[in-house]
């Protein structure tokens, strides 16, 4: 893989000859993380949080460093909560801030990033508080193909991870076709599919993205849109719909070869801290 040198650069991407996307890529990083007050105490932002036993590495210096390591030195960092504090943090680096407009939830902010940003280009979607490997961060960018939606997905290594659990994805061709959770999906024959956790990274097709969010608006009437819980199981259930009537597939599965998760409550950060200790121990 060719090392970029700012955001707006190619990825020159290996397994689809010599074809090359564009791609930015964002850090979502303007939530509360009230889950982890009994850590940040409502004094910093969960981005903050330390991830090393001596408590020197913040997760925002980890997940920007990884990037760097694999050629992406200028990410978009889009803040909310704390806004203030990743600004003054951004202004000492060469990291671009977006603000989102309004109470939009982080899929609001996003559409609002895409509609600023363009359509021109693949968005490589962070959230603040994941845990995962860097090779892992570069394989996502190596299988991803434009006009679909590249997920990155792990196998079920944690308890704690067990309510995120049941992504169905196609063995043979790495569709993702919904989740076990919804209620539908009992009258159902799981033969040549796999169960996964879904990360919270992923490479964002806009079109993909922009259109199933205009369908969700159309259905739902709200003003706060998430992510992971609202836009993702709409693309989800389109995507089912399209396989089931020979369509190409729009949502994809990158399996990772390393541990990834969320630290979003104080138990799952310690599991985080073990996996870095591994990391830097490899």
């Not at 990037?67 to 990743?86: E, F, K, M, R």
């Not at 959770?181 to 993205?209: C, F, H, R, T």
Request: hydrophobic fraction near 35%; charged fraction near 30%; aromatic fraction near 10%.
């Amino acid at each position: 893989m060719e090392k970029v040198h700012n955001n707006h650069e190619f990825f020159r991407v290996p397994n689809i000859g010599n074809d090359i996307y564009p791609l930015k890529s964002v850090l979502m990083v303007g939530g509360k993380g009230i889950r982890l007050e009994p850590i940040t105490k409502n004094l910093i932002p969960k981005g903050f949080v330390t991830i090393d036993d001596k408590n020197e590495v913040r997760e925002i210096d980890y997940l920007t460093q990884s990037l760097n390591n694999i050629g992406i030195q200028n990410p978009i960092l889009s803040v909310h909560h704390y806004a203030d504090t990743y600004e003054e943090y951004a202004s000492r680096k060469t990291y671009e801030i977006f603000r989102r407009k309004g109470e939009v939830g982080n899929g609001g902010a996003l559409e609002q990033l895409i509609q600023q940003y363009g359509y021109d280009t693949q968005y490589l979607v962070i959230s603040a508080d994941i845990f995962v490997h860097p090779k892992d961060i570069q394989k996502l960018i190596s299988e991803h193909k434009p006009e679909t939606i590249s997920w990155g997905v792990t196998k079920l290594d944690y308890e704690l991870m067990e309510d995120y659990y049941g992504l169905v994805v196609d063995d043979k061709s790495k569709a993702i076709l919904g989740d076990i959770k919804l209620p539908w999906w009992k009258n159902w024959d799981l033969m040549e599919k796999s169960l996964y956790v879904k990360g919270a990274i992923q490479i964002i097709d806009p079109s993909v993205y922009i259109e199933s969010v205009e369908i969700y608006k159309r259905l739902c009437k709200k003003a706060e849109l998430d992510l992971y819980w609202d836009i993702s199981p709409l693309i989800e259930e389109r995507n089912r719909r399209r396989i089931r009537v020979g369509k190409s597939s729009m949502l994809q599965a990158v399996i990772f070869d390393h541990a990834s998760l969320d630290y979003g409550t104080p138990e799952r950060l310690q599991i985080m801290r073990n996996e870095y200790q591994k990391l830097i121990n490899e």
